[in-house]
């Protein structure tokens, strides 16, 4: 199933329906080639209809989120973003605390821990949304000069 028949899919069952502008938002979300803030979203969905809010982008964003089609990364500057499952696939998000840089990974290492996080304390880790700082390789290396 598409994003956007997931999307309308789960509106209709909770009574919503898509509208126009939920519809802009959501096709600016496909045009992103990677994590997007709400301000880069907005001026994105500004270029193609001035009549979208921020709230409007926001509310969506929320509602995707809900409805589990997207992944958000907070990174160290505090500036949350976003990005469509279906055009990322699932993976992991290694946050660099050092540079800030953000890196995708297999999600597959991950599934070991997400099993044992289960077994021992029965907590379900939402493996697609996972984040973890730490410091890259170009950070340790200038932390041990």
Request: overall charge negative.
């Amino acid at each position: 199933m598409s994003c956007e028949s997931a999307f309308i899919q789960a509106l209709r069952e909770r009574g919503m329906r898509l509208t126009p502008q939920r519809e802009m938002v959501l096709a600016v979300m496909h045009d992103l080639t990677g994590h997007a803030t709400v301000e880069d979203i907005y001026r994105r969905v500004q270029e193609r209809s001035a009549a979208v809010d921020i709230s409007t982008v926001y509310r969506t964003l929320e509602l995707l989120q809900t409805f589990d089609l997207l992944v958000t990364l907070d990174v160290p500057d505090g500036q949350r973003r976003y990005a469509l499952v279906s055009t990322h696939g699932e993976h992991v998000h290694l946050v660099c605390q050092g540079c800030g840089r953000q890196m995708h990974a297999d999600l597959a290492p991950f599934e070991a821990l997400a099993e044992q996080v289960a077994v021992r304390y029965g907590f379900a880790l939402a493996t697609a949304h996972l984040s973890l700082p730490g410091l890259c390789a170009a950070c340790q290396e200038a932390g041990a000069r």
